[in-house]
């Protein structure tokens, strides 16, 4: 039996993390994602794991890296100018295939912004942030109880591709407060990351078998020596110039994602089965979006609302089946439509779209969507 609690949203990120695995937690305070780095100050000892705080957002990021070279699960969080500083650090995890979790509760603005503000204006910087092609997965919750349910995946992903993993919440969600019932820890899947030992010392570490992605190089520590580098690098861990050994290493990146999207991918689809008018939102937005919904509903109108959980990859396949059933997207973010970009790539022509923002710090009301929906009658 799990147990019914008043829990935080940035509270239920650090409590999904601890169920993961969690055991390394490094990182600055910065709002709206301090809660995260407090709370796992206090936890994480009480589980016998450590918390650090850096001296910037720079090192957080690397002492994440190196934490889970050694095997530990490690998680770092920020918001704002502090998600941009560790997007360097970040693509060496990318290339080195370091698992690890970055949260990132986004806040209003560029550069210091409005820093209690809510906001979803990272999207693209989640995707594209570090430099040159790389994987990257990102995961968005709309409530405390997902949050806690997201952090978990968050860490089976980071662990089951060796990849980091971008837990993108939004203020609205990381300061919001439910009521929320915790799972039996017996009753999680919790998946841990692909090891072997070679039968050499040394080994060939980032080997891939035929058909595979991912490599199984053992934590530091434990017997086997190998080579990180944020270097293009062959099977040896070392660095390489060969053309074809950095194009195989690259693709091979991509592919352990691009190839098993159906295994990341998560959408939420609610009355769409019937609707004509649908309302496509992520994150803190869905949960006007799914009042707006019903109010319309009452009123005769078929709406519908489609959230992406896995922003990144971007759920194409579900959003044009769906685009090719209804006459009407609405598109609902706290950007200036960041996603409306994705949804107007990938419906094309198959039905109207239309766009709400909002950019002012404030938060998108129900009467607002459904003003919007309204038009689709």
Not at 60 to 67: K, L, T, Y
Not at 132 to 156: Q, W
Not at 253 to 279: G, H, P, S, T
Request: aromatic residues 6%; glycine residues 8%.
């Amino acid at each position: 039996m799990g147990k019914t609690v008043l829990m935080q949203g940035n509270e239920a990120c650090v409590e999904g993390a601890i169920a993961a695995g969690m055991r390394f937690y490094a990182g600055y305070p910065i709002t709206p994602s301090t809660e995260i780095a407090e709370n796992s100050a206090v936890r994480l000892p009480q589980v016998g794991g450590k918390f650090i705080q850096m001296e910037d957002e720079i090192s957080s990021m690397a002492a994440v890296i190196g934490a889970s070279a050694a095997g530990v699960k490690a998680m770092t969080a920020s918001s704002g100018p502090g998600f941009s500083l560790k997007q360097e650090n970040l693509g060496y995890a990318c290339i080195a295939e370091i698992p690890c979790v970055i949260v990132d509760v986004q806040r209003s603005g560029p550069s210091t912004g409005l820093p209690t503000s809510p906001s979803q204006a990272d999207v693209m910087q989640s995707r594209w942030g570090t430099h040159g092609d790389h994987p990257m997965i990102v995961i968005s919750p709309s409530s405390v109880r997902e949050t806690y349910d997201l952090a978990i995946r968050c860490f089976n992903l980071a662990e089951k591709y060796r990849t980091p993993v971008i837990f993108l919440m939004d203020e609205i969600v990381g300061h919001l407060r439910e009521g929320i019932e915790i799972p039996d820890p017996k009753s999680l899947e919790i998946i841990n990351r692909p090891v072997r030992r070679y039968a050499k010392q040394n080994g060939l570490p980032y080997h891939v078998e035929e058909g595979k992605y991912v490599p199984e190089m053992l934590p530091f520590g434990q017997g086997q020596r190998y080579h990180i580098t944020g270097l293009a690098h062959n099977e040896s861990g070392f660095p390489t110039n060969d053309n074809k050994e950095a194009g195989k290493l690259f693709r091979r990146l991509l592919d352990k994602v691009k190839n098993n999207r159906d295994d990341i991918v998560q959408v939420e689809e609610v009355m769409c089965e019937d609707a004509d008018a649908v309302v496509v939102c992520f994150g803190g937005t869905a949960r006007a979006a799914v009042t707006a919904v019903k109010q319309a509903r009452n009123r005769g109108i078929k709406a519908g609302m489609f959230r992406p959980i896995t922003i990144w990859p971007f759920p194409d396949k579900e959003l044009e089946a769906l685009s090719k059933k209804v006459k009407r997207i609405v598109v609902a973010e706290h950007n200036d439509g960041q996603i409306l970009l994705e949804v107007q790539r990938i419906v094309k022509d198959n039905c109207e779209v239309d766009f709400i923002g909002r950019i002012d710090g404030s938060v998108m009301t129900p009467r607002e969507i459904l003003s919007k929906i309204e038009g689709a009658k």
